[in-house]
């Protein structure tokens, strides 16, 4: 028996962990503050990756076929790439390289050397077809740094910040904070406990009153869907009362006099009968916010799922680059980076409107943000005859066929393919629709480094793990995947520091890798560290990690002024503030559902791990009592909840936390097909009430994932 030093890999917290392995096999698993800038910390979802490495929710262990009868059977992982191999050089030989596409899922995020080669291999392809989890949640969130531009100096760490406002985002328990939203995304209970005792003041907007929301000093429950309504007044009255940051309004925001005219109809008290809130706590967030020296307005995916996304986006970014909430010359930076140092100036990015330009979907005259199409017109992608069809689907680490909701279009356009092939360790979903499942290995069993976490940690901090135990004979690694099948296709692949942002091609720095010989892990490890402020042999030399003493690094000051400035107020975005002016409520429908994250689980992932479903045997209509009581409900009566696209039966749970008006549910429970029994399911289906084809946003073609308009009806008791 032995303990060994590794790190998280569930989220984007990448928390450190000391394991104890027993005979090759993982016995227990606890915190590791040795080194970590969030101390000692990790969430129930790490006990859950002890238990699924073991073997625990049917973790696959060898690959799988569909055969001639149309089931799932076991092949050899070799044969299996080299019959993908062969099929998809015969779709790229009769149709060409857009025939193929990556769908990249939560489960990919945090595998380094797996998502590396997955860039390598499309474009050792040739094939611009990138899709992936990001514009199913918060591709809002590109949509406006792509309108507005990119202020280079960086947010604020939350540690310097004074003000925090977190829009429809529960950090405590989604971990999801920087660079989207103020907080720390390791133990964030805890910076958020540290933050107050500094004195910062925190605003919580939310219709639910969230585990985060006990910290706020203002806690604002507005109507879902109506962030922008609410950010377009708080920017109405900065304006108005002179409350903006004029010094860093004039060197680096344009059009100030489009948003005052376009923000001008969006009074105090419209957006409070329109969102439902006193007109008195939107004035007292404007009076904060000009208070505010070091203020910092951020949210999660709440906006971006709800009705107008990139305009509610696009509003809260507004306000804070009116109260000047980014980094200034002279502000020290706290984590320049270790694997991929930086620098930081004050200048701003200029908007790129990257959908503008380059390659084109097919099905719709868009381009790509941030170097990917958007999830929502995957189907389309699949579905619409001409040259550049999409005909193969590998999907890394993802469940499209329930993360893109509405399944009456998804699971035609999925069946649709010539091959879908899925890299998971599980047999999710779109395994269960799958032509080949490659079971993949699990994080305690690869070689791994920090670099998801690098630019994200409060401070700098690296860490590299070895495998702690050895991977099933039956499964292979992400990355083996990718340069097998291009090997065997005759196709060399390059490995890059890839970033979010980056363009591939455009990369000169690159590691060629042999196509005859199986590349080794730490050598493939070592190139990404080649540029780090810690060697490789550092790094292996220290397990807990490594937080490099280094000199206090600062903003710089641009060296000339490029001329490009934040666009508050570009012609899109005030044609939508002004329809947005005019809209009127709908009243067929008395509810609103709203999505909401739980701690055991991500995604899909751990939904059916043991301590995952003792607490949820399935996911709950979480309504306000009083709204129960209206209806004649009672705890653990079964309800349908039916929207304009579909209908789902759940089980209704009373929450005093939640808002009248409001229906809260997690996402990625229950049953692909329509199911009257949420108990036996282990949940309800809420992509049922989406569409992929109805009311998507411009730009991202975002369908509504939350705030979704619907009614309730009783239907009886239920066990649960």
Excluded at 173 to 187: D, I, L, R, W
Excluded at 551 to 568: I, Y
Aim: charged content about 20%; overall charge neutral.
């Amino acid at each position: 028996m032995n303990k060994a030093k590794t790190f998280c890999r569930n989220c984007g917290a990448l928390c450190s962990m000391e394991v104890t392995v027993d005979d090759g096999r993982l016995i227990a698993v606890a915190a590791d503050g040795t080194a970590s800038p969030y101390g000692g910390y990790m969430c129930i979802k790490g006990q859950s990756a002890i238990r699924f490495h073991n073997g625990a929710e049917e973790r696959l262990q060898h690959s799988l076929k569909r055969n001639g009868s149309g089931a799932l059977t076991a092949i050899v992982a070799e044969q299996a790439l080299t019959e993908i191999a062969a099929q998809l050089q015969q779709l790229i030989t009769q149709y060409g390289p857009r025939s193929i596409a990556v769908y990249h899922g939560t489960g990919a995020y945090r595998s380094v050397l797996g998502a590396q080669l997955e860039k390598s291999f499309l474009s050792a392809m040739r094939s611009p077809n990138l899709f992936s989890t990001m514009t199913i949640d918060q591709s809002a969130k590109w949509v406006t740094s792509a309108r507005m531009g990119i202020m280079a100096s960086g947010k604020p760490a939350f540690a310097d910040v004074d003000l925090a406002v977190i829009v429809g985002n529960n950090p405590v328990v989604s971990h999801q904070t920087y660079p989207f939203g103020p907080g720390e995304s390791g133990a964030p209970g805890r910076s958020f406990a540290e933050a107050k005792k500094r004195g910062t003041r925190i605003v919580v907007i939310d219709p639910r009153a969230t585990e985060t929301a006990r910290y706020a000093d203002l806690f604002i429950q507005p109507k879902p869907g109506q962030d922008a309504v609410i950010f377009a007044a708080v920017a109405h009255l900065l304006l108005k009362n002179s409350g903006y940051n004029h010094a860093f309004c004039h060197r680096f925001v344009t059009q100030l006099e489009a948003l005052t005219e376009a923000v001008a109809p969006f009074t105090p008290a419209l957006a409070a009968a329109r969102a439902d809130i006193p007109v008195a706590q939107i004035e007292r967030l404007a009076e904060w916010l000009a208070e505010a020296q070091r203020p910092f307005v951020g949210s999660g995916s709440g906006p971006s799922m709800s009705a107008r996304s990139n305009l509610n986006d696009h509003m809260i970014e507004v306000v804070n680059a009116l109260v000047g909430g980014y980094r200034q010359a002279g502000d020290r930076v706290r984590n320049p980076g270790t694997l991929n140092p930086r620098r930081f100036f004050e200048t701003v990015v200029p908007a790129s409107r990257s959908w503008e330009r380059g390659d084109f979907c097919h099905s719709q005259p868009v381009g790509k943000l941030f170097g990917e199409f958007p999830s929502a017109l995957l189907p389309q992608e699949i579905t619409t005859p001409g040259a550049n069809k999409i005909r193969a689907l590998i999907c890394f680490g993802g469940n499209p066929a329930m993360g893109l909701g509405d399944p009456a279009v998804a699971i035609p356009a999925l069946q649709e393919l010539d091959l879908l092939v899925c890299l998971d360790a599980r047999l999710n979903e779109t395994g269960k629709l799958a032509d080949y499942v490659v079971a993949t290995s699990q994080p305690f069993e690869r070689h791994d480094i920090t670099i998801p976490g690098d630019s994200l940690f409060p401070e700098a901090f690296a860490q590299y793990t070895p495998p702690m135990v050895l991977k099933p004979a039956g499964v292979i690694h992400d990355w083996e995947f990718f340069w097998a099948v291009a090997a065997k296709m005759g196709l060399p692949l390059t490995l890059k520091y890839w970033t979010y942002g980056a363009d591939f091609e455009a990369i000169a720095d690159g590691l060629s890798l042999p196509v005859e010989s199986r590349p080794e892990e730490e050598a493939m490890l070592r190139f990404l560290c080649q540029r780090s402020r810690v060697s490789f042999d550092e790094l292996k030399a220290n397990p807990s990690g490594v937080r490099p003493q280094l000199e206090p690094q600062r903003v710089q000051p641009a060296a000339s002024d490029n001329g490009a400035r934040l666009q508050l107020c570009p012609p899109d975005v005030a044609t939508e503030l002004a329809e947005l002016a005019q809209e009127q409520p709908d009243t067929r429908f008395g509810y609103q559902l709203t999505c909401r994250r739980i701690l055991e689980a991500m995604n899909s992932a751990y939904r059916e791990a043991e301590l995952t479903r003792k607490r949820y045997p399935l996911n709950w209509a979480y309504m306000n009592p009083g709204d129960m009581a209206r209806e004649g409900l009672a705890e653990g009566d079964s309800v349908q909840i039916r929207s304009a696209y579909g209908a789902i039966v759940a089980v209704v749970k009373g929450e005093k936390r939640l808002r009248s008006g409001v229906i809260s549910m997690s996402h990625m429970f229950g049953s692909l097909t329509a199911s009257r029994d949420p108990v036996a399911e282990g949940g309800s289906f809420t992509g049922h009430l989406t569409s992929l084809t109805d009311a998507l946003e411009p730009i991202n073609f975002m369908p509504l994932f939350s705030g979704i308009p619907v009614n309730v009806a009783a239907l009886g008791s239920s066990d649960q």
